[in-house]
Nanobody, 120 residues
Framework: QVQLVESGGGLVQAGGSLRLSCAAS????????MGWYRQAPGKQRELVAA???????NYADSVKGRFTISRDNAENTVYLQMNSLKPEDTAVYYC??????????????WGQGTQVTVSS
């Protein structure tokens, strides 16, 4: 079983910055990809950013130029640096990981979520 634990959320003013962290622990063969999703009340969950083996990244249009995703493979940790935050960034942010088993199957895991609130 794999656990993903997020940290770094909080309350900030518009224009401020936060850095989210997500650490994976447990028994697994590999982590193929990690990403960040967010969900605001009454809204659909959406992909914010993702990073795969080799360093390729993908961002939602709404955060391009403001957010940066990075990964420390040795520590099985993914980060989301969020700059120039806007009130519309307010949401619960969830870490996601695609885990590979020793026998070739893949599994998706989710963290518990961390609240990000941006005040105007």
């Amino acid at each position: 079983q794999v656990q993903l634990v997020e940290s770094g959320g909080g309350l900030v003013q518009a224009g401020g910055s936060l850095r989210l962290s997500c650490a994976a622990s447990g028994r697994f063969f590999s982590i193929n990809a990690m990403g960040w999703y967010r969900q605001a009340p009454g809204k659909q969950r959406e992909l914010v950013a993702a990073i795969i083996t080799g360093g390729s990244t993908n961002y939602a249009d709404s955060v391009k130029g403001r957010f940066t995703i990075s990964r420390d493979n040795a520590e099985n940790t993914v980060y989301l640096q969020m700059n120039s935050l806007k009130p519309e960034d307010t949401a619960v942010y969830y870490c996601n990981a695609e885990i590979g088993s020793w026998y070739g199957r893949t599994y998706d895991y989710w963290g518990q979520g961390t609240q990000v609130t941006v005040s105007s």
